[in-house]
């Protein structure tokens, strides 16, 4: 069946440094990828999503390629801040968007 | 806009005792939803799924349940908990990506 893995955490990084979080996928098709935030104490958040090869997903400063030959979607922020600080999941979702599977999720604490 | 809630936001329940975490989506129709769950600093567990009213897909053998008894009405119960239900309860509907709930925290002692 589709899963997805990440890297396992947790990541600790300095303000303003440069972020990385590794993510591939199996699936069959041509499924969605997505990456959510979780803040302590809350839900998910979908941070950013591309539907089809080469999409770049972007939001708050965060992006991701959907690499469909290497079967990957790394998220990656220029500079993070202490805000940053949270779960980042990564999602795929099947061609009918009801199926969704997830990472383990990568803890992220950013340090002033 | 579409939102979606849940409650009671945090419970402490007994061992033995029922559970009833319940979940409202407003502003869409027909959602496909979902019941997660989240062990203390771990990933996320599927435990339910439906496609529509009466509907009920379950993804793990455990001793919950789920019932839709409305279009966007979707209830997560146990008739006696065990203090290894204890985590984050999270529900989310879907239309392309997922949207979730703020979630329920509960703690079985």
């Known amino acids: 069946g589709d899963s997805v893995t990440q890297m396992e955490g947790p990541v600790t990084l300095s303000e303003e440094a440069f972020l990385t979080i590794n993510c591939t996928y199996t699936?069959?098709?041509?499924?969605?990828l997505f990456w959510y935030v979780q803040y302590p104490g809350e839900g998910l958040q979908l941070l950013l999503k591309?539907?089809?090869?080469?999409d770049k997903g972007s939001n708050k400063g965060f992006e991701a390629t959907y690499r469909k030959e290497t079967t990957s979607f790394h998220l990656e922020k220029g500079s993070v801040q202490v805000s940053d600080s949270a779960v980042y999941f990564c999602?795929?979702?099947?061609?009918?968007?009801?199926?969704?599977?997830f990472g383990p999720g990568t803890r992220l604490s950013v340090l002033p | 806009s579409q939102t979606i809630h849940q409650w009671p936001a945090t419970l402490v329940q007994p061992v033995g005792s029922p559970l009833s975490l319940e979940c409202t989506v407003e502003?869409?129709?027909?959602?496909?939803l979902y019941w997660y769950r989240q062990a203390a600093g771990r990933g996320l567990q599927l435990l339910f799924y439906?496609?529509?009213?009466?509907?009920i897909s379950s993804e793990v053998p455990q001793n919950l349940s789920a019932s839709r008894p409305q279009d966007r009405q979707f209830i997560l119960s146990s008739k006696k908990l065990l203090l290894s239900d204890s985590g984050f309860y999270l529900c989310?509907?879907?239309?392309?990506?997922?949207?979730f709930g703020p979630g329920t925290r509960l703690t079985v002692l």
């Open positions: 591309a539907t089809k090869a080469d």
């Open positions: 699936a069959t098709g041509y499924p969605s």
């Open positions: 502003g869409t129709s027909n959602p496909n």
């Open positions: 989310a509907w879907s239309h392309n990506e997922q949207f």
């Open positions: 439906s496609v529509g009213i009466g509907q």
């Open positions: 999602a795929l979702s099947d061609n009918y968007g009801q199926n969704f599977v």
